[in-house]
């Protein structure tokens, strides 16, 4: 067991190096708790992990509900799958809206282009429209346009979780295996569970 959350980070990794080819630990499902407290979940991209400090970062565009329902509570999990591997690895742990201006700067110019587009949009996340064209925005079609500006940087936020407890379901052929592990005052504490 030992060398499991060691593994588990580098796959959470793999997932968030925009370098690489997508890993099916790239797109995550984010839960959390509605305003109404019930269950919302979507899909996330994972931007950014660091196992020394146990967190796990993505953007979100700060118009979006999902913003609000952080900051009303931050309790979140963010699950994701391999399919082909059978692998599963949940993350639970609160989350909060990065505030360290400095830093999302840093990650806004370190972000690529086409991705910023996202954040000039005209309108809201979930804003009703007569067609698809109505919510992108004017110069959507230029990824250029967003290379050295600021446009759209008021509506891009940085979620950062701080992970407090880990699942890790391997679903082989040989028999299922499950593990988990909780972040201690003293560190990750994991034990085996059934599956």
Not at 13 to 22: F, H, I, Q, S, T
Not at 88 to 99: F, H, K, N, Y
Not at 171 to 178: I, K, T, V
């Amino acid at each position: 067991m030992t060398d499991l959350l060691p593994r588990i980070w580098t796959l959470l990794a793999e997932g968030a190096n925009a370098g690489r080819e997508r890993s099916p630990f790239t797109m995550l499902q984010l839960a959390t708790l509605g305003l109404d407290g019930a269950p919302r979940v979507r899909t996330v991209v994972l931007r950014g992990v660091d196992a020394g400090q146990g967190s796990l970062l993505f953007h979100t565009d700060a118009r979006s509900a999902k913003l609000a329902e952080l900051r009303h509570d931050g309790r979140a999990a963010l699950v994701g799958c391999d399919l082909a591997g059978g692998l599963q690895i949940r993350v639970e742990g609160t989350a909060s809206v990065l505030a360290d201006e400095a830093r999302r700067l840093a990650i806004w110019q370190a972000s690529r282009p086409r991705t910023l587009i996202l954040y000039r949009a005209p309108l809201p996340p979930g804003t009703p429209v007569a067609a698809p064209a109505d919510a992108h925005p004017a110069s959507a079609s230029s990824a250029a346009a967003a290379d050295d500006t600021l446009d759209g940087f008021a509506n891009f936020a940085v979620i950062e979780l701080r992970a407090e407890a880990i699942d890790w379901l391997d679903l082989a052929a040989d028999g299922h295996r499950r593990a988990r592990f909780v972040r201690e005052p003293a560190g990750w504490q994991g034990n085996w569970i059934a599956p």
